[in-house]
């Protein structure tokens, strides 16, 4: 599995300061844990069953690496939310109930689970907020610089319209705003794109739905035009694949550049036929791992060092300075497949060069 150079150098820092005693103590939340023990419980909730890498990626790779980090003596008790925030209240609650020896939570709303994760923290259970950054009192939060997710694919936009000026006409579907990650890439996109294209409708996506995302689509088409739409920046791949659809049903002639996140292997399929222009490639085979390290060490009582595993920081509304490990990401586009999802084992050229895609498969190079 690949990962990154500096992210190479934390870990093998962390092992290195872990060995000598350097990080040894118990940080914050945890208990008295002892630094031998394995037969840990790591509580993992995840938001959403639309995004596909959740249950796919995120969920398997955690829980095997928690097993690898405790000589298969550790588990994960693991919870899907299906976009609700009350069931994942009620999930985390349970887990607290159980005690659980760490949380690990991706909050399907970012400001309404903090309450959860005060009783979390007031039951001594250390909790470490998963891709997107939870309000409340988390110890230590692992994503990916969001901001740089928006402006890598505002920058696909401007580049794939470089020749037609800034006339060109934008429409931005734009995330889940109870997400606080949505900001963060409309802010790096809004950055890249204002100036360069005119944005013409702009639309906030409950809950990341493809439905909803389609809807919007559908307006903004009848609105502006299908034949006048330049560009749709899509914040997601699921809402990508929407777009694209109405696109369609409206009879567009040319698919213009679509933009997405997350690297879904359909989306990865689009991309190969030229329907959809590019996908954010968040390694998030390394974000799931890190997760993994970051919580079993911290109820080995082994210190999340900020110079190690935890370099960066981040400021939520609630608390400031929060050890976080920011996972770098790379823009896929039909040149890039190889060397991204592909040399990192996520996908099979087999898996994506299905009969449909073979012939589009052959005339980029992918065999």
């Given at each position: 599995?690949?990962?990154?150079?500096?992210?190479?150098?934390a870990?093998?820092?962390?092992?290195?300061?872990?060995?000598?005693?350097?990080?040894?103590?118990?940080?914050e939340?945890?208990?008295?844990?002892?630094?031998?023990?394995?037969?840990?419980?790591?509580?993992?909730?995840?938001?959403?069953?639309?995004?596909?890498?959740?249950?796919?990626?995120?969920?398997?790779?955690?829980?095997?690496?928690?097993?690898?980090?405790?000589?298969?003596?550790?588990?994960?008790?693991?919870?899907?939310?299906?976009?609700?925030?009350?069931?994942?209240?009620?999930?985390?609650?349970?887990?607290?109930?159980?005690?659980?020896?760490?949380?690990?939570?991706d909050?399907?709303?970012?400001?309404?689970?903090?309450?959860?994760?005060?009783?979390?923290?007031?039951?001594?259970?250390?909790?470490?907020?998963?891709?997107?950054?939870?309000?409340?009192?988390?110890?230590?939060?692992?994503?990916?610089?969001?901001?740089?997710?928006?402006?890598?694919?505002?920058?696909?936009?401007?580049?794939?319209?470089?020749?037609?000026?800034?006339?060109?006409?934008?429409?931005?579907?734009?995330?889940?705003?109870?997400?606080?990650?949505?900001?963060?890439?409309?802010?790096?996109?809004?950055?890249?794109?204002?100036?360069?294209?005119?944005?013409?409708?702009?639309?906030?996506?409950?809950?990341?739905?493809?439905?909803?995302?389609k809807?919007?689509?559908?307006?903004?088409?009848?609105?502006?035009?299908?034949?006048r739409?330049?560009?749709?920046?899509?914040?997601?791949?699921?809402?990508?694949?929407?777009?694209?659809?109405?696109?369609?049903?409206?009879?567009?002639?040319?698919?213009?550049?679509?933009?997405?996140?997350?690297?879904?292997?359909?989306?990865?399929?689009?991309?190969?036929?030229?329907?959809?222009?590019m996908?954010?490639?968040?390694?998030?085979?390394?974000?799931?791992?890190?997760?993994?390290?970051?919580?079993?060490?911290?109820?080995?009582?082994?210190?999340?060092?900020?110079?190690?595993?935890?370099?960066?920081?981040?400021?939520?509304?609630?608390?400031?300075?929060i050890?976080?490990?920011?996972?770098?990401?790379?823009?896929?586009?039909?040149?890039?497949?190889?060397?991204?999802?592909?040399?990192?084992?996520?996908?099979?050229?087999?898996?994506?060069?299905?009969?449909?895609?073979?012939?589009?498969?052959?005339?980029?190079?992918?065999?």
């Amino acid at each position: 599995m690949r990962r990154t150079a500096t992210a190479l150098t934390a870990f093998s820092s962390a092992l290195s300061l872990s060995a000598c005693g350097a990080i040894g103590g118990s940080g914050e939340g945890g208990g008295g844990a002892s630094p031998t023990r394995d037969d840990i419980t790591v509580g993992l909730l995840l938001p959403d069953r639309d995004t596909a890498r959740f249950e796919k990626f995120d969920y398997p790779i955690i829980k095997k690496e928690v097993a690898s980090l405790t000589h298969d003596k550790g588990k994960v008790l693991y919870a899907n939310a299906g976009a609700s925030v009350a069931k994942q209240s009620q999930q985390f609650q349970q887990m607290v109930d159980q005690k659980v020896d760490i949380i690990l939570v991706d909050a399907v709303d970012a400001k309404r689970i903090a309450p959860d994760v005060q009783k979390s923290k007031d039951a001594g259970i250390p909790v470490i907020a998963y891709d997107r950054l939870a309000q409340g009192p988390i110890d230590a939060y692992v994503s990916h610089d969001n901001e740089l997710v928006g402006q890598v694919q505002g920058r696909a936009i401007t580049e794939a319209l470089a020749s037609k000026g800034p006339d060109s006409k934008v429409v931005m579907m734009n995330g889940d705003p109870a997400d606080p990650n949505t900001a963060q890439f409309k802010k790096g996109a809004l950055g890249e794109l204002q100036g360069k294209v005119d944005i013409v409708e702009q639309y906030d996506t409950d809950k990341w739905s493809p439905a909803v995302a389609k809807a919007h689509m559908k307006q903004a088409i009848k609105s502006v035009g299908v034949d006048r739409i330049a560009a749709v920046y899509s914040a997601n791949d699921g809402m990508a694949a929407a777009v694209i659809d109405a696109l369609k049903e409206a009879g567009a002639t040319k698919i213009p550049p679509v933009t997405g996140q997350d690297a879904n292997l359909d989306a990865v399929q689009r991309i190969v036929a030229g329907q959809q222009y590019m996908t954010v490639y968040k390694p998030f085979l390394d974000e799931a791992n890190y997760a993994a390290e970051m919580a079993v060490n911290k109820v080995q009582g082994r210190d999340i060092a900020f110079d190690a595993l935890t370099r960066d920081t981040v400021d939520s509304p609630t608390r400031k300075h929060i050890p976080a490990m920011l996972v770098p990401v790379v823009s896929l586009t039909k040149d890039k497949i190889k060397e991204t999802v592909i040399a990192d084992n996520v996908y099979t050229v087999r898996q994506i060069c299905t009969a449909a895609y073979a012939a589009d498969c052959a005339a980029i190079g992918l065999k």
